[in-house]
């Protein structure tokens, strides 16, 4: 249910919601527009994407997060058609039940929860730093990433036996050093920035996946899986929070705030050099020039 709340902080603003042809996205989208945003449906399947877009009122965007050119393609169509973004919620994810490998040479797993959504918000950076309100980028993490691990020289996976929960896990502790580390960067123009748990929620996320689709159809995955109506409420409360400065780079646990698990998820460090490392991957700055 909207409120007036979300009414009075979104009407007139620009959403965009990536993974929002089902699940948590197209419920988040029809919560912002029915609060009066103007939403870009954003989704990889058209037919899906279209309807919600037109169930809505809103308008649809395609895009393959499998291809990094495809990102860049549906930045450039984001920057012709709206004049401002105020909120984008980065909440497209993927799980992948064996290792695959996208066209621009990465593990899939890591390019569609990472690699494709820190390249979005870093072609998008100067409108939402443009926001007259300021801007808010929320991103969806798990809970998952206290059993993530990330290895700098090997972010692909290519060195070990891939196992579908891992590859998730990793690439959503990415997701959290992503969000501090943007926090890091933006100090100062405007743009806040958060991720979120949006616990644990029936959607199509790991239809890949066999033994994913047997439990979600289970009773027990019936009885203990959240709706995504209650999946996107964290959304639609991070885009609304009246202090965003107060918990800038911060992560949430649904709608709580929670300090990060002890470990990788604490190293400010590793947080910086994910994101240059993440930049040179998607070819936002060259590598380093080889010595000696």
């Known amino acids: 249910m909207t409120t007036d709340n979300d009414a009075r902080h979104l009407r007139g603003k620009t959403v965009v919601i990536t993974g929002a042809s089902s699940g948590i996205g197209a419920q988040a989208a029809r919560r912002f527009r029915e609060a009066g945003a103007a939403v870009a449906v954003v989704g990889r399947s058209p037919q899906k994407t279209e309807a919600v877009a037109k169930q809505i009122g809103a308008r649809p965007h395609l895009v393959d997060y499998r291809r990094l050119d495809d990102v860049h393609r549906l930045a450039a169509d984001l920057l012709a058609a709206y004049d401002r973004i105020d909120v984008l919620a980065n909440n497209a994810a993927g799980m992948f039940a064996d290792r695959t490998v996208s066209p621009d040479g990465h593990e899939m797993t890591f ?60 690439s959503k502790l990415a997701t959290v050093l992503f969000t501090q580390e943007l926090a890091r960067h933006t100090r100062g123009t405007g743009v806040t920035t958060f991720s979120f748990h949006p616990g644990g929620v029936a959607t199509d996320i790991g239809r890949d996946s066999a033994l994913f689709r047997l439990f979600m159809n289970s009773p027990v995955g019936r009885a203990t899986l959240s709706t995504p109506e209650q999946g996107a409420e964290p959304l639609l409360h991070l885009a609304t929070i009246a202090d965003p400065q107060a918990v800038n780079g911060g992560y949430f646990n649904r709608l709580k705030p929670e300090d990060p698990a002890p470990g990788q998820a604490r190293d400010h460090d590793l947080a910086r050099r994910l994101w240059d490392r993440s930049a040179e991957l998607t070819g936002l700055q060259p590598p380093p020039a080889a010595t000696g």
């Open 111 to 170: 390019q569609v929860n990472h690699l494709a959504p820190f390249l979005l918000t870093n072609l998008l950076l100067s409108r939402l730093s443009a926001a007259p309100d300021g801007a808010r980028v929320i991103n969806t993490a798990s809970s998952t990433y206290r059993r993530g691990r990330l290895d700098l020289d090997d972010l692909d996976g290519s060195r070990r036996r891939y196992r579908i929960q891992r590859a998730y896990a990793a």
